[in-house]
């Protein structure tokens, strides 16, 4: 009923950018918290920066000051700008929505499909 698709990921060399983009879809009521989450292998996914609805924000230690996270809500639309990439950002990144839908009176947890940031030195 709900499908979150990011796009955006890729190589790139260090102290470089890129932009994640992720558009929640299908038959939904409202969204809470979106986010943009890592995982590399053999590690857990760990948070890398979340927002809520109402535009409060908040990030992990190691990309405060190079990440910004933001969103659109008319487009139901999350965006990662990654500023000053490091070969340690490097991972797979997931997004993740807090939707209700209109067929229940819940929120639920959804994922991405997850898109691939590979960071060169």
């Known amino acids: 009923q709900v499908q979150l698709v990011e796009s955006g990921g890729g190589l790139v060399q260090a102290g470089r950018s890129l932009r994640l983009s992720c558009a929640a879809s299908?038959?939904?009521?409202?969204?809470?918290?979106m986010g943009w989450f890592r995982q590399t292998p053999g590690k857990q996914r760990e948070l890398v920066a979340r927002?809520?609805?109402?535009?409060?924000?908040n990030y992990a230690d190691s990309v405060k000051g190079r990440f910004t996270i933001s969103r659109d809500n008319a487009k139901n639309t999350v965006y990662l700008q990654m500023n000053s990439l490091k070969p340690e950002d490097t991972a797979v990144y997931y997004c993740?929505?807090?939707?209700?839908?209109?067929?229940?009176?819940?929120?639920?947890?959804?994922w991405g499909q997850g898109t691939q940031v590979t960071v060169s030195s």
């Open positions: 927002i809520s609805s109402s535009g409060s924000t």
């Open positions: 993740n929505a807090d939707v209700r839908s209109r067929s229940y009176s819940v929120y639920v947890d959804y």
């Open positions: 299908g038959s939904i009521f409202s969204i809470n918290d």
